[in-house]
């Protein structure tokens, strides 16, 4: 008779149990758990207590009573390793949809203001010209963990992000680099100069992002230098940086590309001296299938970011 090892054991695991401890930590409760799962408590207890028996380990702390229950040590961990396997087995359902679909079907690619503005207007005219077949699904995540949270679970293909990129499945393909500016009223005293020094920015209110990846970098390379940031303001959203400096509430550190054209409220200053280029690239799952037309669209990025960072002359 062949014995079972504790490695065996592990090949009962299933997708299910890591389900009915994701609900059980979510919700403090195996009651809450089975109605967000849709099953009766009872299963989702048999599920983790399955779950404790296969890994050999107590998973869920129950205390008894009124008081919520909560994931052990060994269960937080579990439970991180649960999240990306769930995720590695959305994408593989997403390579099998992308690999059915062959040169039809969908591309989901992820961006962000900027690049939604100045680049990808001229990726998507040449893509779709080029792979008619092809629907793009654009969407704009809110925040950066956002973005590569859908890129590892395979809901987006592709995603254009600033690097440095976070722990993960990731693999990015650098496309240009974007000057930092200071974006001031048109009416100050700065405008009327074509640089500003990185001292001048103490004398004046500053507005800046909040979650940008970028942004924080830059920041972070302030700070080494020996200038403190404060931001008075912060958004995510360029036109409305861009339009605080423009009523005269203050000073902006932004990329260039991020600028909107022919807005005569503000000016663009070269920083003396120069802070880190932002890096804008394009980001996919490493360990995902390719498709010809996600492959195609990099290479069209490529092509046009070249031109736009061509064409991005700072002041």
């Known amino acids: 008779m062949a014995t079972i090892t504790q490695s065996d054991q592990w090949l009962g695991v299933e997708l299910r149990h890591f389900a009915a401890l994701d609900a059980v930590a979510r919700e403090g409760s195996f009651g809450r758990a089975a109605e967000r799962l849709g099953y009766t408590q009872s299963a989702v207890s048999q599920q ?3 779950l404790e028996k296969i890994v050999g380990e107590t998973l869920v702390e129950r205390p008894g009573g009124p008081r919520a229950v909560s994931l052990t040590e060994a269960g937080t961990l579990l439970l991180r390793h649960a999240e990306a396997i769930v995720a590695r087995i959305d994408a593989a359902r997403a390579d099998i949809s992308a ?3 062959g040169e039809t079907g969908t591309l989901r690619v992820g961006t962000y203001q900027s690049v939604g503005a100045r680049v990808l207007p001229g990726v998507m005219r040449r893509f779709l010209a080029d792979w008619p077949g092809i629907e793009l699904g654009l969407s704009e995540p809110a925040t950066d963990p956002e973005l590569y949270g859908l890129i590892e679970s395979g ?11 976070p722990d993960g499945p990731f693999e990015a393909l650098e496309l240009m680099s974007d000057p930092y500016v200071l974006l001031v009223p048109a009416d100050s005293e700065l405008a ?3 640089s500003a020094s990185l001292d ?7 507005i800046g992002s909040n979650t940008c990846a970028s942004g924080l970098l830059v920041e972070g390379a302030l700070a080494e230098r020996g200038y403190d940031i404060d931001y008075a303001f ?5 036109g ?15 990329p260039l590309l991020a600028v909107a054209q022919g807005d005569s409220r503000v000016r663009a200053l070269r920083l003396v001296p ?4 932002r890096t804008i690239a394009v980001v996919w799952h490493r360990d995902r299938h390719r498709s010809p037309a996600a492959r195609a669209f990099v290479e069209i990025a490529q092509e046009v970011s070249a031109d736009v960072e061509h064409d991005l002359v700072e002041p």
């Open 274 to 277: 120069k802070v880190p280029r």
């Open 200 to 206: 001048d920015l103490d004398d004046h209110v500053l």
């Open 240 to 254: 409305t940086i861009q339009g605080l400096v423009a009523a005269g509430f203050g000073v902006a550190l932004t």
């Open 99 to 101: 690999l059915r679909a």
């Open 48 to 50: 983790i207590a399955t």
């Open 192 to 194: 009327a100069r074509t």
């Open 155 to 165: 809901e987006l293909d592709l995603a254009f992000c600033s690097p440095p990129l």
């Open 234 to 238: 912060r958004s995510d959203d360029n």
